[in-house]
Each structure stands twice: as C-alpha cells, then as structure tokens.
C-alpha cells in the first residue's frame, strides 16, 4: 500500500540521514585521533631531545665541577704553603740546611702573591657556586618541562582512548 510504502521510505532516509550523520562523527573522530597521534609522537621526539640536552648539560656540569674542585684545591694547598713558609719563624727550618746570611724572605713579594691567589680563590669558589646554581636550576626546569610533558601525553592518550571508543 501507498502509505506504507512512503512511511517505509521516510524511514529509510531517516536511517541513512543518521548513518550519513555516524559516518561524518567517524571521520572526524578519526582526524582528531590521528591528530593526537602526531601530537604525541611530537611530544615524544620533544621529550627525547629534551632528554639528551638534559644528559649533555650535566655531563659538562660535572666535568667543569671537578675542574673548579681541583682548582680550588690546588689554589688552598698553594696558600697554606706560602703561609706557612713566610710566617715560620727560622727555627722552625731546623732540618733544612743552614741558610747563607744574604737570604731573606722576600716578605712583599710573598703578600704578593698570597693575594693574587687568594683572589684565584675567590674566583675559582664564585665559578664553583654558579655552576651548582646553574645546575640546580637546569635540573628545576627539566623536572618541570618533564612534568608538564606527562600530564599532556597522559590527556592526550586518554583522549585518544575515549575518541576511539566512540
């Protein structure tokens, strides 16, 4: 019959407007997942390069610590030296050969150079903290780059996991 057969048609669009509708809402879902795909993948490399700075930054960190310790090090044994030599009293230097009469300390030479090592001291313990400050802060940054990477990486993927449940 005629009305049956134009109910049954109305029908049939109405299923094909939705299944058209189900299709468009697929594709687009589709796109958004593949869209968060490339986002995590980019923010995987990102991770990544961030990860190798991280390593070089630190590696360099520890090499020029122990170059600034060493250096430190090397200065302080040096003063204690110099110190000890231009404040011992001559009896003190009673295992060490006499010394001929026309030798003496050279007293202003010694504070001389006592001083310009203490400011090579100074300068080598000023380098020593900024590279820990440096590094500290570097090591802040990371952390919270690191940090920030999770939660978008953990949102996207369950972003991902809802769109391709619909």
């Known amino acids: 019959?005629?009305?049956?057969?134009?109910?049954?048609?109305?029908?049939?669009?109405k299923m094909t407007s939705k299944i058209d509708q189900a299709a468009a809402k697929s594709a687009t879902l589709k796109e958004e997942i593949a869209e968060l795909q490339g986002e995590l993948a980019a923010l995987a490399k990102e991770q990544a390069e961030l990860d190798k700075i991280r390593a070089e930054t630190h590696a360099d960190y520890v090499t020029?610590?122990?170059?600034l310790?060493?250096?430190l090090s090397g200065v302080r044994k040096a003063l204690q030296v110099l110190r000890d030599y231009y404040a011992a009293?001559?009896?003190?230097?009673?295992?060490?050969?006499?010394?001929?009469e026309k030798h003496s300390k050279a007293a202003g030479a010694g504070s001389s150079i006592i001083g310009i090592l203490e400011v090579c001291e100074s300068d080598f313990a000023t380098?020593?903290?900024k590279e820990e400050q440096e590094?500290?802060?570097?090591?802040d940054e990371y952390e919270k780059i690191t940090?920030?990477?999770?939660?978008?990486?953990?949102?996207?993927?369950?972003?991902?996991?809802?769109?391709?449940?619909e």
């Open 1 to 13: 019959t005629e009305a049956k057969k134009s109910e049954l048609e109305d029908d049939v669009a």
């Open 64 to 67: 020029a610590k122990a170059d």
């Open 69 to 71: 310790e060493l250096g």
């Open 89 to 100: 009293a001559p009896a003190a230097l009673v295992q060490q050969p006499a010394v001929p």
């Open 127 to 129: 380098n020593l903290a």
């Open 135 to 139: 590094e500290g802060d570097a090591q």
């Open 147 to 165: 940090q920030e990477n999770k939660i978008a990486k953990t949102n996207k993927e369950q972003d991902e996991k809802y769109k391709t449940q």
